[in-house]
């Protein structure tokens, strides 16, 4: 039986990160322009592109100017609603508060991390979970070094390969969940150090190995090098969703 597409989807977008200053001093990570826009316009641009039609934000720090930027969600396509943490909740109670807020509660929907931007196919990721009859699948990115990795015949060097792919996969920050697992998420702390390990354990977390572009930001480096990949790929978003100007 084909599964039923995945129309709603989440984005965690509360923290400070404060590894991303001077960025992060006067706003939140999801709000950091890329080429002009923010992370968010890029992630609702993609979730639209992708028949998504409902999603929630999950706020915390400086969230007001998430909200002033991305309103009800109209010029992007889609229908966003807000779940606003008081106080701190962690990125697994943030994601079990702002679950509750979901268009539908009862529907697997996607999950994303505030700090990505990707092009592939939400359409397979759906279909590769139902297919797997998992609780969770987590897209994952092949692994990408951050230094030159020197080429060696014995002792002498014959070059130097620059940031290579590595033959593992790293979590994408991009996730389906089927409704149930979320009464298992912590009120307060980290899925991924509670929650995951023992859906693992029970053969119910799957991963999905993603094709096509992606880049998580999460310093000063990454937002200059996305923003150079995104006008490599011609992925900058069209003006009116840009808060800042786009550098030659």
Known sequence: MPAQPVTQALILAGGQATRMRPYTDDAPKAMVPVAGAPIVGYQLAWLAEHGVDAVTISGG????????????????????????????????????????????????????????????????????????????????????????????????????????????????????????????????GDHEDTTFPKLAEGGQLIGYRLAGYWRGIDTVKDVIAATQEVKQHGRVLPEQFRTTAVDA
Do not use: C
């Open 61 to 188: 720090y400086k969230h007001e100017m998430i909200t002033d930027y991305v309103g009800d969600g109209s010029r992007f396509g889609l229908r966003v609603d807000y779940a606003i943490e008081d106080e701190p909740l962690g990125r697994g109670g943030g994601l079990k508060y702002a679950a509750t807020h979901l268009a539908n509660p009862d529907a697997p929907f996607f999950v994303l991390n505030g700090d990505v931007i990707t092009t592939f196919s939400l359409a397979d990721l759906a279909q590769f979970h139902h297919a797997h009859d998992g609780a969770v699948t987590i897209a994952l990115s092949p692994y990408r070094s951050n230094w030159g990795v020197a080429e060696l015949d014995g002792d002498k060097i014959r070059g130097f390969v620059q940031s290579p792919e590595l033959p593992y996969w790293i979590n994408a920050g991009i996730y389906v969940f089927d409704p149930d697992v979320v009464d298992e998420l912590p009120d307060i």
